[in-house]
């Protein structure tokens, strides 16, 4: 919550704010400076009038339909078929951001499975980004107009500006995030002649009220932004979502993961999931969110198959499939095994499976992890094993929150025994 905080704010011109806090909504905002301008986004689409959109590859529809398929094959984890159809692009029109931009997409997807932890590609990534944003600053340059220019220097930087972030790089995050702001702005001029270019407004309008209303102290600070409108912003998310090309699927990727995580609607979200993993059947982070989905909604059948499909393409080496997938994966298999099947044993091996993957991934510090040790620990107990019943309780009784069931109940056993 507290990186997804922080990426939220800095796509929203603020500065960095504590980044070593532990608690987003404990901290005091930090000021801003008076050279930081005030920016205005309209809540309305705006139709551009005497625009010259002559050359605007965002538009043309024969490249749209020339690139949906490498689209697709960029979000089934088909990386080399799609950059193939994205370098034939960029030959045929070498000054143009667009093929730079969806270079550095594919890119940032060979991240994402991985829970942004691995920096292989990060200086492939920032490369394409940076090309993308000097080869838009040069077309925005030549024409004030060209609101194209405007698309690609806001995504270009946006991108660029949340990866820093998570590499806790907060001074080029900053620069980053404002100047995406600032494209973002202009560019909404351009909202009334394609969905493509209202994502990066429909991301504000939902978060400027979102923000606020889950942390207060920062009310202050948003003060100096414009009003958003949660409403407004997942209407215009849904319309991207339904009828971008380009950045469709990722808007529904964000759709899902605000109507999961923000909106806390798993019902409403099940849909969206389940439409990203069949669409996607091969891409590793949309299959484990379905799995998670499913999981929540009780429907253990789907996602019984789907985390079973998930190891065998973990198992098979699939691009995409690594140990965060694992972990999700086996998660579900071991509670499954445990309290569909009554097999205790696989069930314990399943168990076991996720702390390494979780230890693989670097994710120990909540979720799956600790749930992982407390099933362990429950099981070791009723098997006479206190060895090994306090060894998963202490593990417990570290990662657990102090005010929750599972640290009360660690703390007792291991108290008792």
Not at 63 to 81: M, R, S
Not at 259 to 269: I, M, Q
Not at 351 to 376: D, K
Request: contains cysteine; hydrophobic residues 40%.
């Amino acid at each position: 919550m507290r990186q997804r905080l922080q990426f939220v704010l800095l796509l929203l011109l603020l500065l960095p704010l504590a980044a070593r806090a532990q608690q987003p909504d404990t901290i005091a905002p930090a000021p801003l400076p008076d050279t930081v301008r005030q920016v205005r986004l309209e809540n309305v689409d705006v139709a551009p009038a005497a625009v010259d959109t002559k050359g605007w590859l965002l538009l043309d529809k024969d490249i749209q339909t020339e690139l949906e398929g490498a689209v697709y094959n960029l979000y089934n984890f088909k990386y080399d078929k799609a950059e193939r159809q994205f370098r034939s692009l960029r030959r045929r029109y070498p000054n143009h951001p667009m093929p730079y931009f969806l270079l550095g997409l594919s890119t940032w997807w060979k991240i994402v499975p991985a829970g942004i932890r691995t920096t292989l590609y990060d200086k492939q990534f920032f490369a394409y980004m940076d090309t993308t944003i000097a080869k838009g600053e040069a077309m925005y340059r030549a024409d004030k107009k060209n609101y194209e220019a405007c698309f690609f220097l806001a995504a270009g930087y946006g991108f660029d500006a949340r990866l820093h972030a998570e590499r806790h790089d907060w001074r080029k995050a900053t620069v980053g995030a404002k100047r995406a702001l600032d494209y973002l702005e202009k560019s909404k001029e351009a909202n009334g002649l394609s969905p493509e270019f209202l994502f990066g407004q429909a991301l504000f309008n939902y978060y400027a009220v979102w923000i606020p209303e889950n942390y207060p102290l920062l009310k202050p600070v948003l003060l100096f932004f414009p009003k958003g409108n949660k409403k407004l912003g997942l209407q215009q998310l849904r319309n991207v979502a339904d009828n971008g090309v380009y950045v469709g699927p990722e808007a529904r990727a964000f759709l899902l993961r605000i109507l999961f995580n923000e909106e806390n609607k798993p019902e409403e979200a099940l849909p969206v999931a389940r439409y990203l993993a069949t669409t996607y059947p091969e891409n590793g982070y949309f299959q484990r969110i379905y799995a998670n989905a499913c999981f929540q909604a009780a429907d253990f059948r789907e996602c019984e198959r789907v985390s079973r499909d998930i190891l065998d393409k973990l198992n098979r080496g699939m691009p995409g499939y690594e140990a965060n997938s694992g972990r999700y994966a086996t998660y579900f298999l071991a509670f499954l095994l445990q309290n569909r099947y009554k097999d205790l044993q696989k069930a314990r091996e399943y168990y076991q499976r996720c702390i390494v993957f979780a230890e693989m991934s670097g994710e120990t510090n909540y979720g799956f992890y600790m749930f992982a040790n407390l099933a362990l620990a429950r099981l070791a107990d009723k098997a006479n094993d206190a060895a090994a019943a306090r060894r998963y309780y202490s593990v417990v009784l570290n990662k657990s929150d102090r005010k929750s069931e599972q640290y009360r109940e660690a703390k007792a056993y291991l108290k008792a025994k």
